[in-house]
T-cell receptor, first 114, second 114 residues
Framework: DAGVIQSPRHEVTEMGQEVTLRCKPI?????LFWYRQTMMRGLELLIY????????DSGMPEDRFSAKMPNASFSTLKIQPSEPRDSAVYFC????????????FGEGSWLTVV | DQQVKQNSPSLSVQEGRISILNCDYT??????FLWYKKYPAEGPTFLIS?????DKNEDGRFTVFLNKSAKHLSLHIVPSQPGDSAVYFC?????????????FGQGTRLTINP
């Protein structure tokens, strides 16, 4: 069984550039999450979708961040323009939408903005 | 406003001894708690969970204890093994139907010494 697939695994970009992170959830899962991990704040939920609909985007730090889920098997997280403080590991995760269900994480996209 | 706190950034334990990782939470609406384990360059993986109707859940070498009155949970690993060296994240959610917003702590890096 394929897990959550994220791309790119590593991205180094210059400040001001647009960054797009991609995610393919586990087939059959109907909830998708974007998390960000930093040393200072640990794992923070940025946004999550149920059945491709954004439910809670209160964790999205600024208008520079946007996320889409055009279909059940694909999601993107875009940062435009990127800033050095956006450097972090971005995780996508998915689950079946049931209380208490396990959330499965991808391996993360390591973003460095210089 | 950190709703889930892991106050120990790191812990070092001798192989074969017990590892105890602690987690505190502030939101009394949380009723489902999880521990995730993360190796370097990988995504977090689910380890064990507990519902607020219980005070203990055991799975092999791993036991999670929940003290609702103190808003505290702990993960016990016994005996500790070198492969347990990882970062451990505590997470919590409120269990309303469909609510899956996991709030994570900052993580504790566990090192098991041979």
């Amino acid at each position: 069984d394929a897990g959550v697939i994220q791309s790119p695994r590593h991205e180094v970009t210059e400040m001001g550039q647009e960054v797009t992170l991609r995610c393919k959830p586990i087939s059959g899962h109907n909830s998708l999450f974007w998390y960000r991990q930093t040393m200072m704040r640990g794992l923070e939920l940025l946004i999550y979708f149920n059945n491709n609909v954004p439910i809670d985007d209160s964790g999205m730090p600024e208008d520079r961040f946007s996320a889409k889920m055009p279909n059940a098997s694909f999601s993107t997280l875009k940062i435009q323009p990127s800033e050095p403080r956006d450097s972090a590991v971005y995780f996508c995760a998915s689950s079946l939408r049931r209380p208490g269900n396990t959330i499965y994480f991808g391996e993360g996209s390591w973003l460095t903005v210089v | 406003d950190q709703q889930v706190k892991q106050n120990s950034p790191s812990l070092s334990v001798q192989e074969g001894r017990i590892s105890i990782l602690n987690c505190d939470y502030t939101n009394s609406m949380f009723d489902y708690f999880l521990w995730y384990k993360k190796y370097p360059a990988e995504g977090p993986t689910f380890l064990i969970s507990i519902s607020s109707i219980k005070d203990k859940n055991e799975d092999g070498r791993f036991t999670v204890f929940l003290n609702k009155s103190a808003k505290h949970l702990s993960l016990h690993i016994v005996p500790s093994q070198p492969g347990d060296s990882a970062v451990y994240f505590c997470a919590a959610s409120s269990g309303r139907a469909g609510a899956q917003k996991l709030v994570f702590g900052q993580g504790t890096r566990l090192t098991i010494n041979p």
